[in-house]
């Protein structure tokens, strides 16, 4: 039976990734899609999911808008990254995908709610306050929810602050609160992620596949590419949120060890960072090494399967 999941997310070069995934595999199902400000503005990335959406010809899955800011501090949003719009590089459709007109934060407590317990995962790969403030406005969800798989936090060093990986660091109030929630979390952070780089071959398979979808991730991943020359120094960028997806789909895709991780708050250079211990008590599942061939054919079989969606 297909896993049934919740993708909270911003869109953002590799959340569109990461969407397409979901969609294209048979191993999870898409209950909802979720956004919340955090690569770019609410409006953007809402809008970014809702036309990645009618590109792939995903039907009948709710698409929420969230939270507009973190919890208790101003927005930091990573345009130096995904550009202006959040997905810079190519030219995306109009979006026929509606807009669910519930707030995301319903949508996720609703979800999860009218599913059976256990029955629902949390897949977030962006800030985490639409997932803290549904928490806290029902905690029943919480005992509820199957597992958390988030795309966040290091076990090293950051990549938005020298200690703080991007996600967390933009609300660490909200990834405090997830972190220390009473359900099992898994930690897919930059440890991992920087071992799904997105080299000149991975584009190549991409681009062989051939349909609209395909041409435009590799115009997508083409400019997130130069992002990541530019300003991170990268020469192959890391596809960071699939990997989220693809601990769901196949868990023995990646090597996981038991750890407990606190989110610093009140640190002047460290707010933001994910302090991991893997001699005490642990609280979460920490992802280390990646199967990387496994991974980019999960997502090379996903976009293939998508093929040409029938506009309608």
Known sequence: MARRIVLDCDPGHDDAVALLLAHGNPEVELVAVTTVAGNQTLDKVTWNARSVATLAGITGVPIAAGCDRPLVRDLTVAAHIHGVSGLDGTRLPEPTAEL????AVDVIIESIMAADPGEITLVPTAPLTNIAMAMRREPRIVPRVREVVLMGGSCTRGNITPAAEFNVAVDPEAAAAVFAGEWPVTMVGLDLTHQALTTADVLARIAAIGTPVATAVVELLTFYRR??????????PPMHDPCAVARVIAPDVMAVRDAFVAVETQGRWTSGMTVTDFGRTPNTLVATTLDVPRFWDLV??????IGTPVVT
């Open 300 to 305: 090379i079989d996903a976009l293939t399967a």
């Open 100 to 103: 669910d007109p519930r707030h």
């Open 227 to 236: 992002s990541y020359q530019a300003d991170q120094r990268m020469s192959d």
